[in-house]
């Protein structure tokens, strides 16, 4: 743990937030707890798309891309025309790759917060049939802790792949 009270705050949050019982929730705030974020990392999909088209296309306005075109003498008027009709399709390629991006990213997302309330559901009825009094905070002390052993094993991953090697 390189920032311990960082490390500390986020084990003692996610271990807060495991207090709560989704369950508990209203339907509309568990919609929004799965549907917001995906539609969120969409939106960012698809501000990452267009930004980054506009980087490759400032390198090739001026001159300095790295992209080299492969042109046989048999097909020299075929890549002309094929470069006019990349250049003709490019509106539409980049809306249908921006949109498939984000409905990749937004439907993942979703799917793996629906999945997390199943599964939290599920976990909190396996600990009540094995007589646990207090589920809930059991589940809290493990997700605190699961988040402290993330923590201690990203850094060690860390200091062993900036080790110079010999």
Same mark, same amino acid.
């Given at each position: 743990?390189?920032?311990?009270?960082?490390?500390?705050?986020?084990?003692?949050?996610?271990?807060?937030?495991?207090?709560?019982?989704?369950?508990?929730?209203?339907?509309?705030?568990?919609?929004?707890?799965?549907?917001?974020?995906?539609?969120?990392?969409?939106? =960012?999909? +698809?501000?990452? &798309? @267009? $930004? /980054?088209?506009?980087?490759? *296309?400032?390198?090739? !306005?001026?001159?300095?891309?790295?992209?080299?075109?492969?042109?046989?003498?048999?097909?020299?008027?075929?890549?002309?025309?094929?470069?006019?009709?990349?250049?003709?399709?490019?509106?539409?390629?980049?809306?249908?790759?921006?949109?498939?991006?984000?409905?990749?990213?937004?439907?993942?997302?979703?799917?793996?917060?629906?999945?997390?309330?199943?599964?939290?559901?599920? =976990?909190? +009825?396996?600990? &009540? @049939? $094995? /007589?646990?009094?207090?589920? *809930?905070?059991?589940? !809290?002390?493990?997700?605190?802790?699961?988040?402290?052993?993330?923590?201690?094993?990203?850094?060690?991953?860390?200091?062993?792949?900036?080790?110079?090697?010999?």
């Amino acid at each position: 743990m390189k920032n311990v009270p960082l490390s500390l705050a986020l084990a003692a949050s996610s271990g807060l937030f495991t207090l709560q019982r989704p369950a508990d929730w209203s339907p509309r705030a568990r919609r929004s707890f799965v549907l917001i974020p995906g539609a969120a990392l969409g939106a =960012i999909s +698809i501000l990452a &798309v @267009r $930004r /980054g088209y506009r980087i490759g *296309r400032e390198p090739a !306005a001026a001159g300095t891309g790295t992209f080299v075109a492969p042109v046989t003498a048999g097909t020299l008027g075929a890549a002309a025309d094929a470069d006019a009709a990349t250049a003709a399709a490019s509106p539409a390629r980049k809306t249908v790759v921006a949109v498939a991006g984000a409905v990749i990213a937004g439907t993942t997302a979703s799917g793996v917060l629906a999945l997390s309330l199943v599964l939290d559901e599920r =976990i909190e +009825i396996w600990l &009540v @049939r $094995r /007589g646990v009094a207090r589920p *809930r905070r059991v589940m !809290a002390v493990v997700a605190a802790l699961s988040s402290l052993l993330l923590d201690v094993i990203m850094d060690s991953k860390e200091a062993k792949d900036s080790k110079p090697r010999q």
